[in-house]
């Protein structure tokens, strides 16, 4: 199992916004993840985008969609019905291949026009980024999508089929629930439907407690996709760390996701131990800034004072040119008046401040310190 996680999300009808902060959140912690959303998933199977053109999918997509408009739309149900049961007919049979060409190309631009106005309503009701953002993922190997054998139309199929579902992840993996599906699981525990283990109400609270930090970064709810994957990706290896940590914290919060005490116990969690743990990295960082402390260990020596040569030599070894050896290359005139002395106590500073940094890196809690750096 590792560090999968399962996602369950409610269908919205009008955007798939609310599956896509869930999944950033936990795509910044997670290994991979697999979303439970109909609706995501009837998405991905109306979406055509940039798929060659197929007159039997033009097929799979009426008898996706006409299923869902039957109760509101009854006439079109019944008129779509008809259309797509002539259109099976015609593409299996051989007098297809025999059409005159000029009347199969008006055929097949019909049936393209159809194709675009699907992509057209598609992209209008779940907005072009958040399209762009899913198949991102999915083609990355990130996020695998549930399939569902029920369509939507068939509400007792997909309810249950979506239950199932939910309780398969519980044993397979992390599973985050959303407002609606952990309403769905108290329910049934509470009616003994299921019966949860200890490792798997374990389980179930590491997700909750990881996904209730991560929301917490500053700004995280208006981070893109690519900029959580680069984050993830610059802070790979302090993940281990803050992993452990998080495991630690969850198995010291008693209540369920789903119980009424579970975000109370988050907060608490935070600001008796993670946001006194930030603050303390944030001013170790500030305390190990290269150029002040290089200052700091000079200004005591009046030699140094004496050599304006020594201190462009310190500015530019703080920044200004990356590496030592680069200033020294770059001007050998600037090492006359420090000479050798001015040289070894940059070096000396130097060093100090990269062991320091490396130290702070260690820390626990440095991945959820850096993150929300770089978010801000």
């Not at 139309?153 to 089929?161: F, K, T, Y």
């Not at 680069?230 to 998080?246: G, Q, Y």
Request: include cysteine; aromatic fraction near 10%.
């Amino acid at each position: 199992m590792g560090f999968d996680f399962t996602i369950a999300v409610q269908p919205e009808v009008t955007s798939i916004n609310k599956e896509l902060q869930y999944i950033k959140s936990v795509l910044l912690y997670a290994d991979r993840i697999i979303l439970i959303s109909p609706m995501a998933y009837m998405y991905t199977q109306l979406y055509t985008g940039e798929a060659a053109f197929d007159e039997k999918r033009i097929l799979k997509l009426l008898k996706f969609i006409l299923p869902i408009c039957e109760e509101q739309e009854p006439e079109t149900y019944r008129d779509g019905m008809n259309i797509m049961g002539q259109l099976s007919k015609l593409l299996d049979s051989k007098q297809y291949k025999t059409i005159p060409l000029a009347q199969r190309i008006g055929f097949r631009n019909e049936l393209k026009r159809f194709m675009q106005e699907i992509d057209g309503t598609f992209l209008a009701i779940m907005g072009e980024s958040q399209t762009m953002d899913l198949n991102r993922l999915i083609k990355s190997g990130k996020l695998i999508l549930q399939k569902f054998e029920h369509s939507l139309a068939d509400v007792d199929g997909c309810v249950s089929e979506y239950f199932g579902y939910l309780m398969k992840s519980v044993k397979t993996s992390l599973p985050l629930f959303d407002e609606a599906s952990n309403e769905l699981m108290r329910t049934a525990v509470k009616s003994k439907i299921i019966n949860l283990s200890e490792s798997e109400k374990r389980k179930i609270t590491h997700a909750g407690v990881s996904d209730n930090l991560l929301q917490r970064l500053p700004s995280f709810d208006v981070a893109s996709v690519d900029e959580i994957l680069d984050i993830r990706k610059e802070l790979n290896h302090a993940l281990v760390r803050f992993r452990s940590k998080v495991i630690a914290y969850s198995e010291n919060i008693q209540a369920l996701p789903w119980d009424d005490d579970f975000e109370h116990e988050c907060s608490t969690l935070y600001y008796q131990e993670i946001a006194p743990a930030v603050l303390e990295i944030d001013e170790l960082t500030k305390e190990n800034g290269f150029l002040k402390n290089l200052v700091g260990k000079v200004a005591d020596d009046g030699k140094f004072l004496k050599s304006a040569g020594g201190l462009v030599i310190g500015v530019a070894a703080a920044g200004v040119i990356p590496s030592l050896a680069q200033a020294i290359s770059t001007d050998t005139a600037m090492l006359a008046a420090g000479g050798a002395w001015a040289t070894t106590k940059i070096a000396a500073a130097y060093k100090e401040y990269q062991e320091k940094k490396r130290e702070i890196a260690k820390k626990d809690l440095y991945f959820y310190y850096k993150a929300g750096k770089l978010l801000e």
